[in-house]
C-alpha cells in the first residue's frame, strides 16, 4: 500500500469518524424517538386484534383412481357425463365469489358479534355467543348501523340502534326495524354466568364479505405434481375461519354432485321421452305384421331365395345400422329445434362418433351449466347472460349444421348400400311378392327394436351414474388453527420500532443538515474547497476583544497558538511579513482574529503591528476603546500625516501596535489604490516583524483586492453556522486563480467537543476537532 492509499484510507476514517460524531451528539434524540416508538409498538400490539392461521387439505380424485366409484369405463355412449378435472381450474372454482357467498349463506354469517375487552372490541363467535340474531330481512342502511343488545335477564332484552334509542323485547319476538326485520334468541354461553351482558351486533353484506375471504383466502398445490390442495385462511376467530373452510369444501362438493345429477337427469328426461315414441312405433310396426300375416295366411318363407337372401340379409343389416344413426340425428336435430328445449342441455349424440360433432356439443353444455350457474345469482338481462345466450346460439347453429353434414353423408352411404342391396332384390323376383313384403315389415321392425334396445340401455346407465354421483375431492385434513396468532408478529414490530426509532431522527438530523445553508463544521469547508484550511477557533462569549496573553491558557488561546504554529510551519524559510485577513461578509470575526494573532506572535517575540484597511466599517480601534480620529485615510489623503503620526499603542500588550482606518471617506475603492499604500507598508516592514491587515468583506467589496501586490500571504475567515457555503466558492476561486497569495481558511465559531485536545493540562479543558496543517506553495 503505497502513501496515497493510506492517505485515502486515513482520511475515509476521519470522515466516517465525523458522520458518527455528528448522529451521536444527538444521542438524546435517537433515546427519546426509540423510546417512543417502542411504546408506540406497546400501544400497537395491546390494541391490534390477533389473526391466526387456519388450514385444511384435500385431495381432488379422477374418475379413474376413485375405488369409490362405480366402474362405468364400459358406458361411454353418453359423452356429457365424462369430466376432466384440472387442478388449476379447480382453484379458480374454489376462489369464485359464487361459492363463498354460498358459504357463508349457509353458515348464516349476516351477522358478527363484538364485546368490549379492557381496551378494545373482541369478536366472539359460535359456543361464545351469549345471544343469536336470526335475520330475515336487511335493507341496506343495516349494514353501517351496527346495534348494541343488553342482556337483561333470561327472557327479555334491551336493544340500542345506532342512533341510541333503546327499545326493551322478549328473547324469540321478532323485531322489525326501518333497517331490517330479525329475531334474537338465547345463544349457547346464554347459561355462562360470566358471560357477557353488553354484545354489539354488525350486519354483514354477504356479498361484499364473500368478496373479502375469497381475496385472503390461499389455495394452493402441496406440491408441483400432487393433486392434494392446502385451502388457508387467517382470521381474528379460529372456530369462525375453520368453520368457513370446512363449509366451502362441503359447498364446493355439493355443487359438484348436484352438476353431475343435472347431467345425468337431463339425459334420462330424454331417453324417457325417446323411448315413448318408439314404444309407439314398435307397437303399430307388430300389427302391421300381424295384419298382414293374416290377410296372405302366411305361416313360412320358404327356402327357394335362401342362398340370394343370405347376401341381402347382409346388406339389410348395413343399412339397418346406418338408418340408426341417421335416426338418431334427426331426433337430435328435432330436439335441437325445439323452442322449448333451448335452455336444457344437449343429450348424446348416442352412436355417432364425430369430434367436431362431440366438441361442439361438450362446449355447448359446458356453457349451458355457466349460464344456469350465472342466473342462480343474477338476472337474465345482465349482459354476461346475454353475451352467454349470443354464444349459445352460435354453437346451437353450428351444431344443427354439422349434424347436416353428417346426416347426408349417412345418406349417401345408406343410398349406396341400398343400391347394392337392390342388384340381390332383382334375383329373388321369383320369390312371392307377399316374401318381399314382409321381408321390408320385418326390417323396419328390426330397426325400431334395436334403436329402443340401445336407449333403454343408456337410460340404465344414467340412472345408475344417477344413483353413483360421489364428490371429486377428499377432505385429508378438516380445518385446523395453530395455537399461536401469526399477526401481529411482536418481535418483528417491536424491531420495526426500533429502527423507526433510529430512522426518523436520523432522516431529521439529514434533512436538516440538508436544509441548512450555512456552514456547520469544518467538513463542510474541506468538501466545498480545496484551500488548504490553518485552523479553528472556538466560540466563545467574552467582554474582552483580546483573549490571547502571556498568562492565558483558555481552549481559544491555545487554537491561536496552534495556528500561529501552523503558520510559521507553513513558511519555515519563507518571509510571512505582510498577512492579510478577509472573510465572505462582515460578523465573521476579522478584527477580533487579527488582534489575537497578533498577540500570539508578540508572544514569540515580534514586534507587530494591525492595519485596520476595513475604510467603510471600522471595527478595529473599537474593540480596543482606541480613538479612530486619525488613521489610514488621514495618511492616505494628507501629504503631512506620516506614518509615526497613525501608530498606536494596543495598550493591552506590548510590542502589539495598531493603525485604524480614520474617517469614513467617500472613496474608499479608490483611496487603495493609491501608490502611499505601498509605501505605508514599506515602512511598516522596515519597523515590524509582522503586518496583519484587517480587510473588509472581499465576499461584497473588491477594496481588499486592490493590497494583493503587498501581501505574502493571505487568511479567509468563515464562521460556522453564519458564513453560507455558496460563499466558500469564493475563496476557492481565491485560492485557484491565486487572487491573494497562499490563501488559507480559517474556521471561526467552532462547537467544542469532549476529548483529548487542546485543554488537556489547563483549567479551561475543551477538545476541537483536528486541523490539517496547510500545505502552502510559496
Known sequence: MDNRDISSFESDQVDLKGILSRYLKYWYVFAITIALCVAGAYVYLLYATPQYYISSTMMLKSEKSDPSSFDLTGFTGLDVLQTNKHVEDEIQVLKANSIMERTLEELSLYTTYFVEDEVKLVEIYGEDLPVRVMVSKLEESAYSNPVTIHVKNPSSYELEDADGSLTTHKFGQEVKRPYGTFTVIMGAAASNPDAPKDIQVKFNNLVNLAIVYSGSLEIGPVNKEASVLRISLVDPVPEKGKDIINKLIEVYNKEDEEEKNLIASNAIEFIDERLKLLTAELTDVEKNVEKYKQKNEVTDIGTQAQMYLEKANDYNRQISNWDIQIDVLQSIEKYLSNKQTQDELVPSTLNIQDATLLGLIAKFNELQLERQRMLRTTQPGNPIVQGMNDQLANLRVNILENLRNIKNSLVITRNQLQSNYAQFESRVQKVPSIERDLLEINRQQGTKEQLYLYLLQKREESALSLVATVSNSRVIDAATADKHPVLPKTNLVYVLAVLLGLGLPFAGIYLKDALNDKIQELRDVEYATSTPVLGEITYKKTRSALVVTQDSRTTVAEQFRQIRANLQFAFIGKENKVILVTSSMSGEGKSFFSLNLGASLVLTGKRVVVLGFDLRKPTLTQKLDLPNDEGITNY???????????????????????????????????????????????????????????TSPVGQVADALALAPYINSSIYLVKNNYTYKKQIKIVDDIYKNQKFKHAMIVVNGAKIEAGYGYGYGYKETASPKRTRSPKVEV
Do not use: R, Y
Not at 657 to 679: D, Q
Open 636 to 694: 492616505l489623503v494628507s501629504d503631512s500625516v506620516t506614518m509615526g503620526d497613525i501608530i498606536k499603542p494596543s495598550g493591552v500588550m506590548q510590542d502589539l501596535f495598531v493603525i485604524g482606518s480614520g474617517p469614513t471617506p467617500l472613496n474608499p475603492a479608490e483611496l487603495m489604490l493609491l501608490p502611499k499604500v505601498g509605501k505605508l507598508i514599506g515602512e511598516l516592514k522596515e519597523a515590524f516583524d509582522h503586518i496583519i491587515i484587517d
